[in-house]
């Protein structure tokens, strides 16, 4: 698994990153958004949709716990889950992932929830303060997405 990084100057930059990404998205595919609250985890959700072509409000998760996107508004069906309030694994069953990798993508916040679940194969970034206003994207690349990482 390579680790890489990439520096952002802000949420715009941070979205813009998100819109990058999505332009690489296949069915089936896990990210994993780490960091600490505000660090930039629903912004960069907010990217991949609006690099899917969702053009409406994308409010963080943080109480319905799944927002699921699908087409016609988006390119690839989406599902912007946060496991922040998750207290017991058993929960996740309820939530139906699986269901949404046989045509489309799991954007993950808080996945210190999971248990390990999607571990092996997903994309893992975390987004950590840097500097004044800045953060830094650290991306573990699992093999499948060794040739689709979008940045030099």
């Known amino acids: 698994m390579r680790i890489v990084t990439r520096?952002?100057?802000g949420p715009e930059d941070t979205q813009a990153a998100?819109?990058?990404?999505?332009?690489q998205l296949r069915p089936g595919d896990v990210l994993m958004l780490e960091g600490g609250l505000g660090a930039?985890?629903?912004t960069l959700a907010r990217g991949l949709l609006r690099g899917l072509g969702f053009t409406g409000?994308?409010?963080s998760p943080t109480f319905a716990i799944l927002q699921g996107y699908e087409p016609p508004e988006t390119a690839l069906p989406l599902a912007h889950v946060d496991l922040y309030r998750i207290e017991e694994e058993g929960e996740l069953e309820e939530l139906g992932l699986d269901d949404w990798l046989s045509e489309g993508v799991l954007v993950i916040e808080w996945p210190d929830r999971l248990g390990g679940r999607y571990a092996g194969?997903?994309?893992?970034?975390?987004?950590?303060?840097?500097?004044?206003?800045g953060r830094?994207?650290?991306a573990r690349l699992p093999r499948s997405w060794e040739?689709?990482?979008p940045f030099p």
Do not use: F, Y
């Open 147 to 149: 040739s689709r990482w």
């Open 18 to 23: 998100g819109e990058a990404l999505a332009g």
């Open 7 to 9: 520096a952002l100057a």
């Open 121 to 133: 194969n997903a994309l893992a970034l975390t987004i950590e303060p840097s500097g004044e206003g």
């Open 136 to 138: 830094v994207l650290t």
């Open 57 to 59: 409000d994308v409010p």
């Open 40 to 42: 930039g985890k629903t």
